[in-house]
């Protein structure tokens, strides 16, 4: 049975979260990892904030930032297992922003 595209990031989300060092940044590294994946022109944080979290964008911005800027681990570490894949059809990034 094919795993959803929703699971599927959800445990891509499970593995890279599981090597940070502070359980305080698991919800920052979400949003950051979601952000990414969303259309958008600037992948800098503050317009992904307002795109993961438009309700909380000032917080989102200041959680991510504070993820981003003062991180002790190094990508290397980030990087478990294979890397995620997926076929993406038009519309399916955007039901996953809203289920993520």
Not at 16 to 35: C, F, M, N, Q
Not at 40 to 48: A, D, L, T
Not at 60 to 71: G, K, R, S, T, W
Request: glycine share 4%; net charge positive.
């Amino acid at each position: 049975m094919r795993r959803s595209l929703e699971s599927r990031f959800a445990s891509y989300c499970d593995r890279v979260v599981s090597t940070l060092t502070h359980a305080d940044r698991e919800e920052p590294a979400r949003w950051y990892i979601k952000g990414l994946m969303l259309p958008g022109e600037r992948k800098s944080i503050e317009p992904m904030a307002a795109r993961v979290q438009p309700n909380n964008v000032r917080s989102a911005h200041q959680a991510m930032h504070h993820l981003v800027a003062d991180a002790p681990w190094t990508a290397a570490r980030t990087r478990t297992g294979p890397p995620l894949r997926m076929k993406i059809r038009p519309g399916k990034v955007q039901r996953l922003a809203r289920r993520v």
